[in-house]
Protein backbone atom coordinates (compact mmCIF):
# COMPACT_ATOMS: atom_id res chain seq x y z
CA UNK A 1 0.00 0.00 0.00
CA UNK A 2 1.44 3.42 -0.95
CA UNK A 3 2.87 4.97 2.62
CA UNK A 4 0.82 8.66 1.59
CA UNK A 5 -2.31 6.97 1.11
CA UNK A 6 -1.68 4.40 4.42
CA UNK A 7 -0.79 7.22 6.79
CA UNK A 8 -3.90 9.76 5.53
CA UNK A 9 -6.25 6.62 6.12
CA UNK A 10 -4.99 6.02 9.73
CA UNK A 11 -5.80 9.82 10.28
CA UNK A 12 -9.17 9.43 8.74
CA UNK A 13 -9.68 7.22 11.04
CA UNK A 14 -8.73 9.18 14.07
CA UNK A 15 -11.86 11.78 13.06
CA UNK A 16 -13.88 9.87 15.31
CA UNK A 17 -12.38 11.52 18.61
CA UNK A 18 -14.31 14.53 19.07
CA UNK A 19 -11.90 17.66 18.92
CA UNK A 20 -12.27 21.03 17.43
CA UNK A 21 -10.12 19.66 13.82
CA UNK A 22 -12.20 16.82 13.85
CA UNK A 23 -15.58 18.90 14.13
CA UNK A 24 -14.13 21.21 10.82
CA UNK A 25 -13.24 18.21 9.17
CA UNK A 26 -17.42 17.04 9.42
CA UNK A 27 -18.42 20.59 8.50
CA UNK A 28 -16.52 20.49 5.36
CA UNK A 29 -17.68 17.04 4.48
CA UNK A 30 -20.86 18.86 5.01
CA UNK A 31 -20.97 22.08 2.89
CA UNK A 32 -19.48 19.69 0.29
CA UNK A 33 -22.30 17.55 0.43
CA UNK A 34 -24.59 20.60 0.67
CA UNK A 35 -22.79 22.19 -2.29
CA UNK A 36 -22.82 19.47 -4.40
CA UNK A 37 -26.49 18.56 -3.75
CA UNK A 38 -27.59 21.91 -4.69
CA UNK A 39 -25.70 22.12 -7.97
CA UNK A 40 -27.59 18.94 -8.70
CA UNK A 41 -30.55 19.99 -7.79
CA UNK A 42 -30.43 23.36 -9.67
CA UNK A 43 -29.38 22.05 -12.70
CA UNK A 44 -32.23 19.34 -12.96
CA UNK A 45 -34.74 21.91 -12.17
CA UNK A 46 -33.04 24.16 -14.73
CA UNK A 47 -33.03 21.36 -17.37
CA UNK A 48 -36.78 20.47 -16.41
CA UNK A 49 -38.34 24.49 -16.69
CA UNK A 50 -36.43 24.72 -20.01
CA UNK A 51 -37.95 21.09 -21.30
CA UNK A 52 -41.26 22.42 -20.54
CA UNK A 53 -40.39 25.84 -22.25
CA UNK A 54 -38.96 23.80 -25.70
CA UNK A 55 -41.57 21.48 -25.94
CA UNK A 56 -43.99 24.69 -25.79
CA UNK A 57 -42.46 26.04 -29.15
CA UNK A 58 -41.79 22.83 -30.63
CA UNK A 59 -45.19 21.41 -30.44
CA UNK A 60 -45.69 24.10 -33.10
CA UNK A 61 -42.36 24.89 -34.66
CA UNK A 62 -40.34 22.16 -37.06
CA UNK A 63 -37.37 20.72 -37.49
CA UNK A 64 -36.69 22.33 -40.80
CA UNK A 65 -38.40 25.95 -41.99
CA UNK A 66 -37.62 27.35 -45.33
CA UNK A 67 -38.39 30.39 -46.48
CA UNK A 68 -37.76 32.48 -49.60
CA UNK A 69 -34.37 34.99 -49.33
CA UNK A 70 -36.08 37.26 -52.28
CA UNK A 71 -39.32 37.93 -51.11
CA UNK A 72 -42.12 37.26 -49.22
CA UNK A 73 -43.28 34.28 -50.57
CA UNK A 74 -42.32 31.40 -53.40
CA UNK A 75 -43.69 29.53 -55.95
CA UNK A 76 -44.65 26.17 -54.27
CA UNK A 77 -43.49 23.53 -57.04
CA UNK A 78 -39.89 25.22 -57.24
CA UNK A 79 -39.42 23.48 -53.95
CA UNK A 80 -41.82 20.68 -54.00
CA UNK A 81 -39.97 18.66 -56.15
CA UNK A 82 -36.45 19.15 -55.20
CA UNK A 83 -36.95 18.51 -51.50
CA UNK A 84 -40.03 16.72 -50.80
CA UNK A 85 -38.52 13.24 -52.00
CA UNK A 86 -35.59 13.05 -49.99
CA UNK A 87 -35.77 10.08 -47.69
CA UNK A 88 -35.06 12.29 -44.72
CA UNK A 89 -38.29 13.95 -44.93
CA UNK A 90 -41.42 12.64 -42.49
CA UNK A 91 -43.73 15.13 -43.23
CA UNK A 92 -44.14 18.53 -44.82
CA UNK A 93 -46.74 21.75 -44.83
CA UNK A 94 -46.79 24.56 -47.44
CA UNK A 95 -47.97 27.76 -45.10
CA UNK A 96 -48.71 31.18 -46.66
CA UNK A 97 -48.54 33.95 -44.00
CA UNK A 98 -49.77 37.67 -43.66
CA UNK A 99 -50.10 40.16 -41.02
CA UNK A 100 -54.21 41.42 -40.82
CA UNK A 101 -56.48 43.55 -38.66
CA UNK A 102 -58.78 41.58 -37.45
CA UNK A 103 -62.06 43.51 -35.94
CA UNK A 104 -65.08 41.80 -34.02
CA UNK A 105 -67.63 44.78 -32.49
CA UNK A 106 -65.40 47.07 -30.88
CA UNK A 107 -61.92 44.85 -30.33
CA UNK A 108 -59.60 44.99 -32.83
CA UNK A 109 -56.18 43.37 -33.21
CA UNK A 110 -53.13 42.67 -35.32
CA UNK A 111 -52.53 39.27 -36.26
CA UNK A 112 -50.80 36.82 -37.98
CA UNK A 113 -52.64 34.86 -40.60
CA UNK A 114 -51.23 31.41 -41.41
CA UNK A 115 -52.80 29.50 -44.30
CA UNK A 116 -51.95 26.14 -43.34
CA UNK A 117 -52.35 22.68 -45.51
CA UNK A 118 -53.77 19.82 -45.00
CA UNK A 119 -50.55 18.42 -44.28
CA UNK A 120 -49.97 20.68 -41.02
CA UNK A 121 -51.58 17.87 -38.89
CA UNK A 122 -48.73 15.89 -39.40
CA UNK A 123 -45.96 18.56 -38.38
CA UNK A 124 -48.56 19.89 -35.45
CA UNK A 125 -50.40 17.97 -33.19
CA UNK A 126 -53.37 19.67 -33.77
CA UNK A 127 -55.44 17.64 -31.38
CA UNK A 128 -52.98 18.54 -28.35
CA UNK A 129 -53.11 22.23 -28.76
CA UNK A 130 -57.47 22.22 -29.39
CA UNK A 131 -59.25 24.23 -26.77
CA UNK A 132 -62.45 24.68 -28.60
CA UNK A 133 -64.27 23.85 -31.63
CA UNK A 134 -63.45 21.81 -34.53
CA UNK A 135 -60.36 22.05 -36.46
CA UNK A 136 -61.45 23.04 -40.16
CA UNK A 137 -59.44 19.95 -42.30
CA UNK A 138 -61.45 17.31 -39.76
CA UNK A 139 -64.66 18.66 -41.19
CA UNK A 140 -64.37 19.67 -44.51
CA UNK A 141 -64.42 23.61 -44.19
CA UNK A 142 -61.09 23.74 -46.25
CA UNK A 143 -63.61 25.50 -49.25
CA UNK A 144 -64.63 28.10 -46.43
CA UNK A 145 -64.06 31.97 -45.12
CA UNK A 146 -63.53 30.27 -41.74
CA UNK A 147 -59.92 30.61 -38.78
CA UNK A 148 -58.94 28.78 -35.79
CA UNK A 149 -57.82 31.56 -33.25
CA UNK A 150 -55.01 31.49 -30.76
CA UNK A 151 -56.86 32.10 -27.03
CA UNK A 152 -54.93 35.20 -26.91
CA UNK A 153 -56.40 36.71 -29.96
CA UNK A 154 -60.02 35.50 -28.69
CA UNK A 155 -59.28 36.96 -25.05
CA UNK A 156 -58.49 40.56 -26.70
CA UNK A 157 -61.22 40.28 -29.21
CA UNK A 158 -63.83 39.35 -26.40
CA UNK A 159 -65.39 36.26 -28.43
CA UNK A 160 -67.89 34.78 -26.44
CA UNK A 161 -67.31 31.03 -26.35
CA UNK A 162 -70.82 30.41 -25.97
CA UNK A 163 -71.23 32.62 -29.72
CA UNK A 164 -68.13 30.89 -31.26
CA UNK A 165 -69.64 31.12 -34.75
CA UNK A 166 -69.96 34.59 -34.63
CA UNK A 167 -68.19 36.85 -37.75
CA UNK A 168 -64.71 38.36 -37.93
CA UNK A 169 -63.76 40.68 -39.76
CA UNK A 170 -60.28 40.43 -41.68
CA UNK A 171 -58.29 43.63 -43.21
CA UNK A 172 -55.31 43.53 -45.32
CA UNK A 173 -53.39 44.71 -47.84
CA UNK A 174 -53.61 44.61 -51.54
CA UNK A 175 -51.04 42.69 -52.99
CA UNK A 176 -49.13 45.41 -54.90
CA UNK A 177 -49.58 47.55 -52.33
CA UNK A 178 -46.33 49.18 -50.45
CA UNK A 179 -48.52 51.81 -48.74
CA UNK A 180 -51.37 52.21 -47.35
CA UNK A 181 -53.23 55.45 -48.41
CA UNK A 182 -56.17 54.96 -48.97
CA UNK A 183 -59.21 52.38 -48.77
CA UNK A 184 -58.14 51.13 -52.07
CA UNK A 185 -55.28 49.78 -50.68
CA UNK A 186 -56.96 47.73 -48.47
CA UNK A 187 -59.39 44.28 -48.76
CA UNK A 188 -62.09 43.54 -46.07
CA UNK A 189 -63.30 39.90 -45.35
CA UNK A 190 -65.38 38.09 -43.29
CA UNK A 191 -64.30 35.02 -41.31
CA UNK A 192 -66.12 32.60 -39.16
CA UNK A 193 -63.98 31.37 -36.07
CA UNK A 194 -64.50 27.11 -35.80
CA UNK A 195 -62.40 26.90 -32.70
CA UNK A 196 -59.35 27.81 -30.50
CA UNK A 197 -56.14 26.67 -30.14
CA UNK A 198 -53.17 27.18 -27.22
CA UNK A 199 -49.61 26.86 -27.17
CA UNK A 200 -48.09 29.40 -25.15
CA UNK A 201 -48.75 32.79 -24.86
CA UNK A 202 -46.49 34.31 -27.74
CA UNK A 203 -48.07 32.17 -30.23
CA UNK A 204 -51.62 32.50 -28.78
CA UNK A 205 -51.61 36.14 -29.34
CA UNK A 206 -50.00 36.20 -32.55
CA UNK A 207 -51.32 33.47 -35.07
CA UNK A 208 -54.81 32.51 -36.33
CA UNK A 209 -54.96 29.66 -38.49
CA UNK A 210 -56.87 29.25 -41.70
CA UNK A 211 -56.98 26.46 -44.81
CA UNK A 212 -54.17 27.30 -46.97
CA UNK A 213 -56.24 27.39 -50.27
CA UNK A 214 -58.37 30.06 -49.05
CA UNK A 215 -55.63 32.32 -47.59
CA UNK A 216 -53.59 32.15 -51.13
CA UNK A 217 -57.10 32.99 -52.63
CA UNK A 218 -57.47 36.00 -49.93
CA UNK A 219 -53.86 37.25 -50.73
CA UNK A 220 -54.20 36.48 -54.31
CA UNK A 221 -51.16 34.34 -54.00
CA UNK A 222 -52.38 31.10 -55.65
CA UNK A 223 -49.57 28.56 -55.74
CA UNK A 224 -47.24 30.09 -53.47
CA UNK A 225 -46.10 29.82 -49.95
CA UNK A 226 -43.85 31.85 -47.20
CA UNK A 227 -42.91 28.81 -45.70
CA UNK A 228 -41.79 24.82 -46.04
CA UNK A 229 -42.06 23.35 -42.70
CA UNK A 230 -40.58 19.93 -42.57
CA UNK A 231 -40.60 17.20 -39.73
CA UNK A 232 -37.35 14.82 -39.84
CA UNK A 233 -37.49 11.03 -39.48
CA UNK A 234 -34.38 11.64 -37.57
CA UNK A 235 -34.24 14.91 -35.06
CA UNK A 236 -30.63 14.28 -34.31
CA UNK A 237 -29.77 14.86 -38.02
CA UNK A 238 -31.02 18.21 -38.57
CA UNK A 239 -27.82 20.15 -39.12
CA UNK A 240 -26.40 17.12 -41.70
CA UNK A 241 -29.79 17.86 -43.24
CA UNK A 242 -29.87 22.01 -43.20
CA UNK A 243 -26.20 21.69 -45.38
CA UNK A 244 -27.69 19.03 -47.91
CA UNK A 245 -30.43 21.46 -48.34
CA UNK A 246 -28.21 24.42 -48.78
CA UNK A 247 -26.65 22.70 -51.75
CA UNK A 248 -29.91 21.72 -53.28
CA UNK A 249 -31.18 24.93 -53.27
CA UNK A 250 -28.82 27.15 -53.08
CA UNK A 251 -28.60 30.93 -52.47
CA UNK A 252 -32.44 31.70 -52.99
CA UNK A 253 -33.40 30.23 -49.89
CA UNK A 254 -32.93 30.74 -46.17
CA UNK A 255 -32.75 27.36 -44.21
CA UNK A 256 -33.65 27.44 -40.53
CA UNK A 257 -33.59 24.86 -37.78
CA UNK A 258 -35.68 24.80 -34.74
CA UNK A 259 -32.56 26.27 -32.82
CA UNK A 260 -32.23 29.13 -35.09
CA UNK A 261 -35.41 29.60 -35.39
CA UNK A 262 -35.95 30.73 -31.70
CA UNK A 263 -32.10 31.43 -31.06
CA UNK A 264 -32.66 33.76 -28.42
CA UNK A 265 -34.50 31.80 -26.48
CA UNK A 266 -31.90 29.17 -26.61
CA UNK A 267 -29.61 31.63 -25.76
CA UNK A 268 -31.24 32.65 -22.60
CA UNK A 269 -31.80 29.81 -21.35
CA UNK A 270 -28.19 28.33 -21.52
CA UNK A 271 -27.06 31.61 -19.87
CA UNK A 272 -29.34 31.85 -17.28
CA UNK A 273 -28.33 28.01 -16.61
CA UNK A 274 -24.44 29.11 -16.60
CA UNK A 275 -25.67 31.97 -14.41
CA UNK A 276 -27.00 29.68 -11.82
CA UNK A 277 -24.08 27.37 -11.74
CA UNK A 278 -21.46 29.85 -11.71
CA UNK A 279 -23.28 31.49 -8.63
CA UNK A 280 -23.32 27.92 -6.95
CA UNK A 281 -19.63 27.04 -7.55
CA UNK A 282 -18.49 30.31 -6.39
CA UNK A 283 -20.85 29.30 -3.14
CA UNK A 284 -18.66 25.63 -3.10
CA UNK A 285 -15.11 27.87 -3.44
CA UNK A 286 -16.49 29.70 -0.17
CA UNK A 287 -17.50 26.50 1.27
CA UNK A 288 -13.92 24.73 0.43
CA UNK A 289 -12.06 27.05 3.33
CA UNK A 290 -13.65 24.81 5.85
CA UNK A 291 -11.51 22.83 3.76
CA UNK A 292 -8.50 24.63 3.86
CA UNK A 293 -8.81 25.29 7.78
CA UNK A 294 -9.60 21.75 8.43
CA UNK A 295 -6.16 20.68 6.85
CA UNK A 296 -4.44 23.62 8.00
CA UNK A 297 -5.50 23.16 11.58
CA UNK A 298 -4.54 19.20 11.50
CA UNK A 299 -1.19 20.24 9.94
CA UNK A 300 -0.47 22.28 12.99
CA UNK A 301 -2.06 19.33 15.59
CA UNK A 302 0.34 16.78 13.51
CA UNK A 303 3.30 19.04 13.67
CA UNK A 304 5.37 16.36 15.78
CA UNK A 305 4.23 13.56 13.45
CA UNK A 306 5.49 15.93 10.37
CA UNK A 307 9.17 16.07 12.25
CA UNK A 308 9.01 12.22 12.51
CA UNK A 309 8.00 11.25 9.09
CA UNK A 310 10.78 13.47 7.82
CA UNK A 311 13.28 12.05 10.51
CA UNK A 312 12.56 8.52 9.34
CA UNK A 313 13.32 9.60 5.86
CA UNK A 314 9.79 10.02 4.15
CA UNK A 315 10.52 12.57 1.43
CA UNK A 316 8.75 15.96 1.47
CA UNK A 317 6.63 15.15 -1.42
CA UNK A 318 5.31 12.23 0.62
CA UNK A 319 4.77 14.12 3.75
CA UNK A 320 2.44 17.04 1.37
CA UNK A 321 0.33 13.78 0.24
CA UNK A 322 -0.41 12.26 3.55
CA UNK A 323 -2.23 15.76 4.42
CA UNK A 324 -3.56 16.54 0.49
CA UNK A 325 -4.77 12.96 0.12
CA UNK A 326 -6.42 13.12 4.04
CA UNK A 327 -8.43 16.44 2.69
CA UNK A 328 -8.98 15.21 -0.84
CA UNK A 329 -10.54 11.73 0.17
CA UNK A 330 -13.02 13.72 2.35
CA UNK A 331 -13.98 15.77 -0.65
CA UNK A 332 -14.43 12.97 -2.46
CA UNK A 333 -16.85 11.44 0.46
CA UNK A 334 -18.75 14.65 0.81
CA UNK A 335 -19.30 14.68 -2.90
CA UNK A 336 -20.20 11.52 -3.59
CA UNK A 337 -22.75 11.88 -1.01
CA UNK A 338 -23.65 15.35 -2.44
CA UNK A 339 -24.39 13.73 -5.53
CA UNK A 340 -26.84 10.97 -4.22
CA UNK A 341 -28.81 13.17 -2.25
CA UNK A 342 -29.52 15.43 -5.20
CA UNK A 343 -30.39 12.62 -7.61
CA UNK A 344 -32.51 11.27 -4.48
CA UNK A 345 -34.26 14.30 -4.43
CA UNK A 346 -34.70 14.98 -8.14
CA UNK A 347 -36.26 11.33 -8.55
CA UNK A 348 -38.46 11.56 -5.49
CA UNK A 349 -39.72 15.43 -6.80
CA UNK A 350 -40.10 13.99 -10.30
CA UNK A 351 -41.97 10.70 -9.52
CA UNK A 352 -44.04 12.63 -6.63
CA UNK A 353 -43.96 16.34 -7.20
CA UNK A 354 -43.70 16.82 -2.93
CA UNK A 355 -42.68 20.35 -3.89
CA UNK A 356 -45.65 22.30 -5.74
CA UNK A 357 -45.93 25.21 -7.50
CA UNK A 358 -48.08 28.74 -6.61
CA UNK A 359 -50.00 30.27 -8.84
CA UNK A 360 -51.20 29.13 -12.56
CA UNK A 361 -48.48 27.64 -14.65
CA UNK A 362 -48.34 24.74 -17.03
CA UNK A 363 -47.09 22.22 -14.45
CA UNK A 364 -48.58 21.97 -11.03
CA UNK A 365 -45.17 21.00 -9.31
CA UNK A 366 -41.51 21.86 -10.13
CA UNK A 367 -40.45 19.91 -12.84
CA UNK A 368 -36.99 17.97 -13.14
CA UNK A 369 -34.59 16.41 -15.79
CA UNK A 370 -31.58 14.78 -14.63
CA UNK A 371 -28.72 14.50 -17.06
CA UNK A 372 -25.67 12.26 -16.97
CA UNK A 373 -23.58 15.45 -18.24
CA UNK A 374 -24.81 17.48 -15.32
CA UNK A 375 -23.69 15.23 -13.24
CA UNK A 376 -20.19 14.76 -14.70
CA UNK A 377 -19.55 18.52 -14.31
CA UNK A 378 -20.40 18.46 -10.91
CA UNK A 379 -18.56 16.19 -10.12
CA UNK A 380 -15.80 17.82 -12.13
CA UNK A 381 -15.95 20.93 -11.02
CA UNK A 382 -16.10 19.91 -6.83
CA UNK A 383 -13.14 17.74 -7.55
CA UNK A 384 -10.99 20.14 -9.16
CA UNK A 385 -11.99 22.93 -6.00
CA UNK A 386 -11.29 19.64 -3.85
CA UNK A 387 -7.49 19.53 -5.69
CA UNK A 388 -6.81 23.28 -4.83
CA UNK A 389 -8.11 23.70 -1.64
CA UNK A 390 -6.36 20.51 -0.20
CA UNK A 391 -3.02 20.88 -1.83
CA UNK A 392 -2.25 24.45 -1.49
CA UNK A 393 -2.28 24.25 2.65
CA UNK A 394 -0.64 20.84 2.28
CA UNK A 395 2.69 22.40 0.51
CA UNK A 396 2.77 25.80 2.11
CA UNK A 397 2.50 24.44 5.69
CA UNK A 398 4.65 21.10 5.03
CA UNK A 399 7.62 23.50 3.45
CA UNK A 400 7.58 26.05 6.79
CA UNK A 401 7.69 23.32 9.21
CA UNK A 402 10.39 21.61 7.44
CA UNK A 403 11.95 24.82 7.10
CA UNK A 404 12.38 25.74 10.89
Known amino acids: MNF ?49 ILDMYNSFDPHIKISSSKGKTFEINDVKDKV ?30 KGVDENF ?10 MYGDYFYSNHYIEKDVLFLGAGIMHSLSIDLNNLFSKVTVTFPQKDSKYIK ?35 KLLDRDGEA ?20 KKILGEDYDIKTRIEQHQFLYKLLNSEKLAVFIILTFILIIASFNIISSTSMLMIEKKNDISVLWSLGASKRQIIDVFFLKGFLEVLFGSFVGIFLGILFSVIQLKFG ?30 IIGLVACYYPSKVLVGRFLTH
Open 226 to 245: SFLEISLRDKNKIENFKIKL
Open 84 to 113: LDLNDVKSYSFTLHEKVLMQHQENEAIVEI
Open 182 to 216: DSSDIQRKAFTPLGVFSVQSEYDNRYCLSPLNRVQ
Open 4 to 52: SFFVSKRYISSNKKKNIVNIISYISILGVSIGTAALVIILSVFNGFEQI
Open 121 to 130: QKIVNVDSIL
Open 354 to 383: IISMQGNFVVSSYPVVLTFIDILIVQFVVT
